[in-house]
C-alpha cells in the first residue's frame, strides 16, 4: 500500500506557475502509474495528466498540453506537476493518485490511492 500527500497548491494570477509535488511512502513510486487529477466545485473528477510505470511514457488532458509537465523523481520518491500559464479555469483541488493499470490510465476509477487534494485557485 501506498500513501500520497500533495503539496504546492496556492493563489496565482493568471499567467502564472505552480509546481505540485506528490510525496509517496510505504512503497516506491516508479512501481505505479501516477495520475493527477482535479475537482472543481459542482463538476466531476478530471484527468489531468499521468506517468506511466515502466516505460514513464507522460500523458495530458488535451486543454493543459503545452502547459502542464508531469515528473518523476524516483530517488526522492515524488511525482510532480509543473503548470505554467495558469488559467482562471484551471482552479480546482488537484489530486495525485497511484494505480497498477498501465491501459486505461485516464479514468479515476481505475486508481487505487489518493491523496487528500491540494487546492489550485488562478484569478484573473
Known amino acids: 500500500q501506498v500513501q500520497l500527500v500533495e503539496s504546492g497548491g496556492g493563489l496565482v494570477q493568471s499567467g502564472g506557475s505552480l509546481r505540485l509535488s506528490c510525496a509517496a511512502s510505504?512503497?516506491?513510486?516508479?512501481?505505479?502509474?501516477i495520475g493527477w487529477f482535479r475537482q472543481a466545485p459542482g463538476r466531476e473528477r478530471e484527468f489531468v495528466a499521468a506517468?506511466?510505470?515502466?516505460?514513464?511514457?507522460?500523458h495530458y488532458k488535451d486543454s493543459v498540453k503545452g502547459r502542464f509537465t508531469i515528473s518523476r523523481d524516483d530517488v526522492e520518491n515524488m511525482v510532480y506537476l509543473q503548470m505554467n500559464s495558469l488559467k482562471p479555469e484551471d482552479t480546482a483541488v488537484y489530486y495525485c493518485?497511484?494505480?497498477?493499470?498501465?491501459?486505461?490510465?485516464?479514468?479515476?476509477?481505475?486508481?487505487?490511492?489518493w491523496g487528500q487534494g491540494t487546492q489550485v485557485t488562478v484569478s484573473q
Open positions: 493518485a497511484a494505480t497498477t493499470n498501465i491501459y486505461v490510465i485516464s479514468a479515476p476509477d481505475n486508481y487505487d490511492y
Open positions: 510505504g512503497r516506491t513510486l516508479s512501481t505505479y502509474t
Open positions: 506517468i506511466r510505470r515502466g516505460d514513464s511514457s507522460t
